[in-house]
Every structure is written in C-alpha cells, then in structure tokens.
C-alpha cells in the first residue's frame, strides 16, 4: 500500500524558513517522480514543484521560484521541500505526490498532473 506521510509544518513569520519531509513507504521511491503541491485556504490545489525520479531534474512553479528547493533521499525513501523567504500567501497545506512515471513529464504554465497518490498534508502558517 503506498503510504505518504508529510512532517515539518509550523506556524513561522514572514521572511522565515521551513523544511517539509515525506516519508514514503509501500513502493520504491526511485523508480517514480514525486511532486508537491499546495491548497490554501478557500482555494484549489496549486502544484508547486516537481522532482524526477534520480533528483538530477526540477521544476518549479513560478510563485515559489527561487524561494523553494525540492530533493529527495531515495536510499532513505524521503522527499524534502527547503522553503525561505516565507510570505503570508505561502499559508497553506502542503502535499507530497507521486508520480506514475521516473520523468517529469510536459505541462504548461504551472499546471503539472501531479499523480493521484497524496499524503494527508502538513500546515504551514505563515503569519506575523
């Protein structure tokens, strides 16, 4: 059974920092993608970046470009998403998805198909 389990949210003021962790269990994290994704309150999902299945490719939506850095331990079955520069509309639960596929596959402008397998998320709350 595939198991995501997201760690590491908090309550932190503008311009702070955060790392988030997912650990993964009941599939072999090398062999796919995996993605994060955010859902604010009152809103939609909002993919945020994608990591291919050996780390050596990102992507990253452009909200958070610069700001967010997404990797991944597969030989400890983590995936990581080092935030900075925190900013009140960076207020939301965060999501570790995978994927269904190693590569990160084409999309346009921020909207990636993030995979169906979601963890139960984390709060970040970015608020002085």
């Known amino acids: 059974e595939v198991q995501l389990v997201e760690s590491g949210g908090a309550w932190v003021q503008p311009g702070g920092s955060l790392r988030l962790s997912c650990a993964a269990s009941?599939?072999?994290?090398?062999?796919?993608?995996m993605s994060w994704v955010r859902q604010a309150p009152g809103k939609g999902p909002e993919w945020v970046s994608v990591i291919n299945a050996d780390g050596g490719r990102t992507r990253y939506a452009d909200s958070v470009k610069g700001r967010f850095t997404i990797s991944r331990d597969n030989a400890n079955n983590t995936l990581h998403l080092q935030m900075i520069s925190l900013k009140p509309e960076d207020t939301a639960v965060y999501y570790c998805a995978k994927d269904d596929v190693p590569t990160i596959k084409n999309f346009i402008a921020g909207d990636y198909p993030v995979g169906d397998y979601w963890g139960q998320g984390t709060q970040v709350t970015v608020s002085s």
């Open positions: 009941g599939f072999t994290l090398s062999k796919y993608a």
